[in-house]
Each structure stands twice: as structure tokens, then as C-alpha cells.
């Protein structure tokens, strides 16, 4: 088996973007024979001791082992990692046509606060991580869901102006964050999902009471985060655990079924209806009545 100390972006000649806080390597590489890449403090594309790193493997076969973590992981294609490795690692590349992957590395301190540490888990988290105590986010890899890989498809072909590329890529990453928080507390700590604590579930319900009658208004989820008094993840995550739609979903479903009953009801026509639901184009409200009832609203012109 082949030994090799280079630069580990060097040798797979990845596609490196540098965002604020945030860095990407992307690479797709043919590989033809068992290898051991060494990741130390030269060969690391990322500040190991700064960076926890999510790691998508797309295609291929790698078998990890990170100083410090007492179990290998196994990772096989459309699968990840989420690991703070501060120390010296390896990482045996299996015999395979291609490894296809992509790593994102969060600066610990952006990354605090995007995880909201008020959970006694996430607690635990970042007290590992401000001690340099080597950590992984889950017992082993987890899977690479539909929904993620479309995103680091997102990610790789976005083409947007210069001015606005950083933000959607940002965008996209924040996105990919949450589908891993969530897949990883589906099976690591499922205590959350099925066991919000009491005072986050009034807050949940207060804040669903809140949309039942305001559900017409624009709201950014930002502004729920001051109405709820809950950080986004638990919004995002809550939400959907108790009431089985994320916040968006349900604020589009208030609007249709009420939109429905002013059709029924012969209140007002499919152009008046499609404006105070705040559609700006009939025919987006047409399509998205549609999709939700699985007929037109012109069945209620009079």
C-alpha cells in the first residue's frame, strides 16, 4: 500500500472556495491503487484545530481513523462524516474507479453559532470541542440523503454573479448543516425528536397558535425566532417533529385551505383570492392549487 504526505487538495487537484468562515474542497479524482493519506498539520486542506469538517463521499471507499476516536469509520458511497479531528489522522483510500467527494470545514466559532448550544447535547458538543478533544458527530458514517445530494450538486455547478455567488453558496451550505443536524439527531439522539422538552414544546405551540391566525402576514424565519424565543434549529426541527410540516410547509398549507374556503364560499374570484394569499401571478396560484388539492380553482368560477 502506497504512503503519501502531500497536500491532500494538492493531490486530488480539488476545487477549493474560501468563504467567510466556511471552506469547500471539492474534488473528483480516478484512483487506482490502495493508499494512505496522512493528515497532519502540512497536509490538511483545513485548521484542524479551528475546523470541524463535514465530509460527503459521493463515490468511492475510505476507511478513517482519527486520533483520539476509538472506532475506524467505514465510509462507502452516498455516505458522510461529521468530525472535530484536531490530531493526526489517516485515511486508507480502498482499490476503486473514483473517489467523489466534497468536505466543508466551519470555523468552530461560526459554527457555535450556528448550532445554538442550549440543548444539553449541543452543550457537550462544544465543551469537546473548546478543549481540543477530538470528536465525531455520530458512532459511524450516515447516510447521503436525496435531499443533501442535490444540494452539493447546488454547490458545485452554482454560477451566479460574482456579487451574489458567495451568498447563495452560504445559503446552500446553512441548508446541507441542517438535513446533517437533523439526519444525525434522527439517529444519535432521538430523545429530541420524540422528547422535546416541555417548556420548547409551549413555546412551539404558542408560536403554531401565533401562525393560525397570522398566517397571510410575510414572515422570514428570523422573525419567528423572536416570536417563538427558540433558536432555528429547534424551529426547524420542533416544528416538524410535532406537527409533521416544517413552519413554511404549514404556513402554505393555512393559505390554500383558506384560499379554498373563499373559492367554496363564492367570496371572491381565482385573481382576488391568488392576491391576498400573496401570490403576485394567478397562474403560480393556479399551479400551486393544483398541486395541493389535485384539481384547478376554476372549478369554483361562478
Not at 17 to 43: A, C, D, F, H, R
Not at 92 to 113: C, E, Q, V, W
Not at 243 to 260: C, L, N
Request: charged share 25%; proline share 3%; glycine share 6%.
Amino acid at each position: 500500500m502506497t504512503t503519501c504526505n502531500t497536500r491532500l487538495d494538492a493531490l486530488y487537484k480539488s476545487e477549493v472556495i474560501t468563504l467567510p468562515n466556511i471552506k469547500i474542497v471539492s474534488n473528483e479524482n480516478v484512483q487506482g491503487e490502495n493508499i494512505i493519506l496522512y493528515e497532519n498539520g502540512e497536509t490538511s486542506p483545513f485548521h484542524r484545530k479551528d475546523d470541524t469538517v463535514l465530509t460527503f463521499l459521493v463515490d468511492g471507499k475510505i476507511n478513517s481513523f482519527y486520533e483520539g476516536l476509538p472506532d475506524q469509520f467505514q465510509v462507502r458511497s452516498r455516505s458522510c462524516t461529521f468530525v472535530y479531528g484536531p490530531c493526526d489522522n489517516e485515511h486508507h483510500i480502498l482499490p476503486h474507479d473514483t473517489i467523489d467527494s466534497m468536505a466543508i470545514g466551519f470555523n468552530k466559532r461560526f459554527f457555535y453559532n450556528l448550532l445554538q448550544e442550549d440543548d444539553r447535547w449541543m452543550e457537550g458538543i462544544v465543551n469537546k470541542i473548546e478543549k481540543n478533544q477530538p470528536f465525531s458527530f455520530s458512532r459511524d458514517a450516515y447516510r447521503l440523503t436525496p435531499e443533501m445530494f442535490a444540494i452539493l450538486n447546488k454547490i458545485r455547478t452554482a454560477r451566479s454573479l460574482p456579487s451574489l455567488r458567495t451568498l447563495h453558496l452560504q445559503n446552500f451550505v446553512n441548508e446541507l448543516f441542517l438535513l446533517q443536524l437533523q439526519e444525525i439527531t434522527a439517529s444519535e439522539e432521538p430523545a429530541y425528536a420524540t422528547g422535546i422538552r416541555e417548556n420548547d414544546r409551549k413555546k412551539l405551540q404558542g408560536m403554531k397558535a401565533y401562525l393560525d391566525t397570522n398566517f397571510l402576514e410575510e414572515l422570514s424565519l428570523a422573525e419567528l425566532v423572536k416570536i417563538a424565543g427558540l433558536n432555528t434549529y429547534k424551529i426547524k426541527t420542533g416544528f416538524k417533529s410535532l406537527y409533521g410540516k416544517s413552519v413554511f410547509e404549514y404556513i402554505r398549507w393555512k393559505r390554500m385551505e383558506y384560499a379554498h374556503s373563499l373559492l367554496a364560499n363564492g367570496l371572491y374570484n381565482i385573481t382576488e383570492v391568488s392576491s391576498i394569499i400573496g401570490y403576485e401571478h394567478v397562474q403560480h396560484f393556479s399551479t400551486a392549487f393544483k398541486k395541493h388539492f389535485g384539481t384547478s380553482p376554476g372549478k369554483y368560477k361562478y
